[in-house]
């Protein structure tokens, strides 16, 4: 008689171990505005412990480092923005290497607030770069960055330093690297954030370079670095539309 009761346990023991698959039949989500509208439902004793920390940012956030000429926002086919960063960019690039970087790319995506005329602070370039992003250095064959450019074409334009470029129905034409006209046997040198350069945001050619060098330096440390020694040096902080990407 033990033997057939121990014979029936065996198995509900073991059904009974099975793990249980949850499927999920229903779900609801709720939008909740994080403004001033949130203030009324805020948590009163929150609010008093985090005041302190809250003051003590603000007032690091709020310490000016520079001056703009104008304000600068992000834009298609170029930008005062996207310009003003890739030509950073390059520069830090170039000051890395100890030698000239043929070109900078930027996704638009990238720059998430806009530099405002007059005083630049410390949160307006945490604000404008929140990522920790950081700069690479990678080399492609002329062939491949023409790929690169051509997927700017279709996009209407990206961020671009050291290249101009004409788009015609979707297709970049008369391109030119550092004023001349681009070679696709020739290796070219280029600077971007390690995000672009795994080939993400459609930046495909990016992800497979000759070579590459991660600097693992901050791209933020770098655009605060750099208006900071403008400001130093008594300029303003400028950028000008210059044609580098034009539609026809």
Known sequence: MKKYILYFLIPVLTLSCT???????????????????TDAIADKSME?????????????????????????????????LSNWC??????????????????????????????????????????????ENELVILW????????LLQIF??????????????????TAINILIDGKQLDENKLYSIATNDYLAGGNDRMIPLASP?????????????LMEYVIRENLNGRKIQSKLDGRITIL
């Not at 793990?19 to 509208?37: H, N, Q, R």
């Not at 607030?113 to 307006?124: A, C, E, F, H």
């Not at 334009?157 to 979707?170: A, L, R, T």
């Not at 000759?210 to 770098?222: H, S």
Request: charged residues 30%.
């Open 210 to 222: 000759e070579k590459k060098i991660e600097t693992g330096l901050k791209i933020r440390n770098i």
């Open 86 to 131: 890739t030509d950073v960019y390059r520069q830090a690039a170039t000051e890395y290497l100890k030698e000239p970087v043929d070109m900078a790319v930027v996704n638009m995506g990238s720059l998430r607030s806009q530099l405002p005329k007059g005083n630049i602070t410390v949160g307006n370039i945490f604000q404008l770069m929140p990522f």
């Open 48 to 80: 008093a412990y985090i005041m302190p920390m809250k003051q003590k940012l603000d007032k690091e956030m709020n310490v000016v480092v520079a001056v703009s000429e104008e304000a600068m926002k992000a834009g298609k086919p170029e930008s005062l």
């Open 19 to 37: 793990p249980k698959k949850w499927v999920l039949t229903e779900s609801k989500s709720t939008k909740i505005a994080i403004d001033a509208s």
């Open 140 to 147: 492609l064959k002329g062939s491949e960055v023409n790929k």
């Open 153 to 170: 074409a279709k996009e209407n334009g990206q961020g671009v330093s050291g290249v101009k470029m004409d788009i015609k129905d979707e």
